[in-house]
């Protein structure tokens, strides 16, 4: 049928114009939703990521979680009310809209959203909070997540005020109380599926022992992204286990894997020479190498050799004797720094920005050595006695930079006379050394630190501790110094004032760094790769360097 | 001799006198860190290169000589003759004296051994001398080698039991020890030589493999087998083929000991 | 008679693999390291929870006590439950094992072709040439560390047996050509030779009959050679099979998951031997 147009005349032209335009704006709205979807499409068909876990992990329940492959998983899958932005540091709402801790760190609320379901369809609410809690401060539990909050005896009280309102009351003040809950998964108080059902991005899909952990998108994940998509993009991540790092990188350099979290420095030079865009160093981490003396007064070697080691002016003559700078430039590769003290620059808040790395002076090492007694007799130390400074190192095997660094410190304390003898031993049998036996003169190993917070690490500097690791559980202190860092220990997680905390910390630190009982190495550089097809990474210092915004990433084809 | 077997010995000879010879061969200690120049390629100063801690990769392969050619050699003699002892003299008597043999024989195969190295090395003093450690690690290796070739040992000596000529050497009033060194020993060369002439290279590499547990050469001595470990680093190996030159070392003089090994009438058409 | 024999074979094999579980077991007690874990270093965990979990991992102290147990709960099925990974032995083993066996089978499989096939032409052409290279060739194989032969076939992208055949055909290939070497100089080959024997007759007529007791139990062996190879192999190329767990478990001192592993490593290997002299005692009955 043919159109007369003309027959209409101007208004017909105007109703025409506008149908026009109705129609170009309808086309436009149907290519941009078209393109919504498709972008929403491409967006959630983000792809796979695929890393390796150094070791199998141990267990799937969050609240047991103790190795590096757990926390891993439980990164991904679990939901957590809070969480600890890995690249600012600061503590961001989550499951939680909002909350507030009391004055006195006793008690926490939580304002809860809503409309939260698990993997299985089960709603959230505080109940599935008040729950998880009672299980985490179950005493039959012993894990190292509800250990962090137990600052006294006696019961914890939740109370559920409405199913997005509960509070949680601790019988003691807990320092630092909101960011332990960065480690907190919720588990369903009423799911069958218990800890398979999970709040996070990501669900377990499939599990093959000794071999792989996959990982699937949980398809009502309640996060969107600015512009209202649904996250997370990424269609599952494939975790492979190998704790070989020769064949990581084989596997990565062949396109078998997507990220490598944590990068060793040989490699990364490598990378970065062959690929610069794929290897990624975010900086000092919070990981320190350090080297200790065994102080233990039961402890079967040489009476003469304890006093050595027990003399602080031995332990810093020692540091003086090491060359952190060769450290770091030649078992690092330079993607380390000497360490000043036991924190590293990298956490901000904390460290003791007056503390400087020990300079390398083997001669004032030496002037100190003779100070107590010490003489250099054709080449060889000796003390006052007569008897040669002989000592072992001892490092666990199959640490490629700790060895090298027992090799390089056995250099270096040659020149003036030390002779060191480097044992490396299996860490099942360096631990019995080190906790049990007390066989053992020198330990390099490596402090991995997971929180920001120095109360995570009360078990190190309590003189009555387990992990004191120089002279473990002292029924009292045995040197002043010690019981002032007792007690400095004990005043900043009973204060709530960051202030307060900071000083007593500080103060720490400088007794640490006066009396040396561990003398602190280098603090090794965040060294990551990530393939080009990943989208939106961004590594940072904290653990998981890498994949710690998962719910954004996203993996293009090749 | 025929010309490979002089050849063998004098590669042999030239590889020892090398590492007698180390104190003035080498350009440094084995010890001496060059922390300027690690893994640097080689060079007139360094002809081998040096190593991830600046050591000069040469000398530590002269020096590591000593260490590997002397005592892998002897600890394969030692697996060796408790080869021939336990399975030879076991087959040899027959009966219930080889059951019993080859029963603790398959016990020894299949029991972790790791965790006796790991107790051997807890009874050791942390200050031992690198060499002492060494030591101890290839008598261990010695001691626990034995087992393949004492399996085959014994099948072999059981069949010689019923030979024309043993039958015939016995019918002349050839007895008891006598009949075994003489008569029956002799025909189970081919298995002691192939026992000893694995042996060298697998002790070698196991004695940096047990730098695990603590055993092993101690840092800074070198050994072969710390030098071969080098090779695991592959990414790296096929820019720095320098680092196989320890291999082709072992390789010739692996090949070396089996040409001392082989007589040129079993092998000539 | 028969069957008292045969009852009195069976009976040695189960007394020896239970006296493997028995010794395994008390090598892994005495060693150093038993009684810790990796938790003992976790700076996190208090003083009551670090002392229940020590508590709870010394219920395996007394190494008869413990195996007793073990023994009544084997008895009805019950292999009891790996420490390192929480879970049970029996299901461990059933997964892994099918991969295991059939990388040790295609790996022996492929090592005893090559060694047979070199050792053979070798004994038949018997060129010093020819002789030197396949040495030269075995030999730079058993110079290879396992780890880099492991490493090469995750490189090359070839499958984890490869590997395996390449670790173990160097030593089977030395004793089967030195067998082989040996049994040419015997007179009754001699005596074949100068009656104008073809090479081949000779070869596969009267010289491998002669020594196949002596390669049957080589094949014995190197059944006990290919499981020492699984471990590396399976723990670099990332195969989930019965290695990689025994490396795991040795690591973390699994005493339950050792035990197990060193039994059924302990049977694998009577069996192959005893099944090697079984198979070598009929030969040599044939030829007799």
Known sequence: MKRDVGKWGPMKRTCGKTLAIAAICLNFLAVHSLAQTAGQTAAQSGGELRFCLRSEPKTFDPLKVEDEASAAVRYLTGGTLLRVNRQTQELEPELAMSWKVSKDGRQISFRLRSGILFSDGTPFSADDVAYTVQQLMDPALHSATGDAFRSGTGNVETKVVSPTQISITFPAPVAGLDRLFDQVAILPQHSSKKELAVLGPFMLGDYKPGATVFLKRKPNYWKTDEQGRRLPYLDSIRLDIQPNRDVEMLRFKRGELDVINSLDSEYFDKLAASSPQMAHDAGPSLDSEQLWFNQVASAPIPAYKKNWFRSANFRRAISEAINREDLSRVVFHGHAQPAAGPFSPANKFWFNSKLKPQAYSPDAALQALQGDGFRLENGTLKDKDGNEVVFSIVTNAGSKTRERMAVLIQDDLQKIGIHVNVVTLDFPSLIERMTQTFDYEGIILGLTNVDLDPNGEMNVWLSSAENHQWNPQQKVPETAWEAEVDRLMRAQASSTDPRKRKEAFDRVQEIVVEQQPFIFLINKNALSAVSTTVRGAAPVILSPQTYWNAERLTVTPK | MNLWRKLACAVLAIVLCAAAAANWLAPAGYARQYREATSAPPSRAHWLGTDELGRDRFARVLYGTRISLLLAPAAALLSTLMAALIGGLAGYLGGIWARMAMAVTDLFLSLPWLFLLITARALMPLNVSPLFSVMVTFLLLGLLGWTTAARVLCTTAGSLRSADFVRQARAAGVRGQRLFWIHVMPNLKPVLYAQFWISIPVFILSEANLGILGLGVAEPMPSWGSLLKELEGLVSVSEEPWKLVPLILLVVVVMSFQLLLTRQDEVAA | ?288
């Open chain 3, 1 to 288: 008679m028969l069957k008292a024999k045969i009852a009195g074979h069976a009976l040695a094999l189960v007394a020896t693999v239970l006296l493997g579980g028995v010794l395994s077991a008390t090598l892994v007690r005495l060693a150093p390291g038993f009684d810790v874990d990796e938790q003992d270093l976790d700076p996190h965990l208090s003083a009551e929870s670090a002392q229940a979990l020590r508590a709870a991992r010394r219920q395996d102290h007394n190494i008869l006590r413990f195996y007793f147990s073990y023994m009544n709960r084997a008895a009805h099925g019950d292999l009891g439950t790996s420490l390192a990974l929480g879970r049970p032995v029996r299901t461990l083993l059933r997964d892994r094992a099918p991969l295991t066996l059939r990388l040790l089978a295609l790996g022996l499989g492929l090592a005893w072709a090559a060694a047979l096939a070199l050792a053979l032409s070798a004994a038949w052409l018997r060129l010093s040439v020819y002789d030197a290279v396949s040495t030269l060739v075995s030999g730079t194989l058993l110079c290879l560390p396992a780890a880099v032969l492991a490493l090469l076939s995750v490189l090359w992208n070839v499958p984890g047996s490869l590997a395996i055949a390449l670790i173990v055909f160097p030593r089977i290939y030395r004793y089967a050509r030195n067998l082989l070497a040996k049994s040419y100089s015997l007179p009754y080959i001699v005596t074949a030779r100068a009656k104008g024997l073809g090479e081949g007759r000779i070869l596969f007529w009267h010289v491998v009959p002669g020594v196949a007791p002596q390669l049957l139990a080589v094949a014995g062996v190197s059944v006990s050679m290919a499981v020492g190879a699984a471990i590396p192999v399976e723990t670099l190329c990332g195969l989930a099979g019965v290695g990689q767990l025994a490396w795991q478990a040795a690591l973390a001192r699994d005493l339950p998951l050792l035990v197990n592993i060193t039994i059924l490593v302990t049977l694998v290997t009577l069996l192959a031997n005893s099944g090697a002299d079984v198979i070598g005692h009929m030969v040599r009955g044939q030829e007799s």
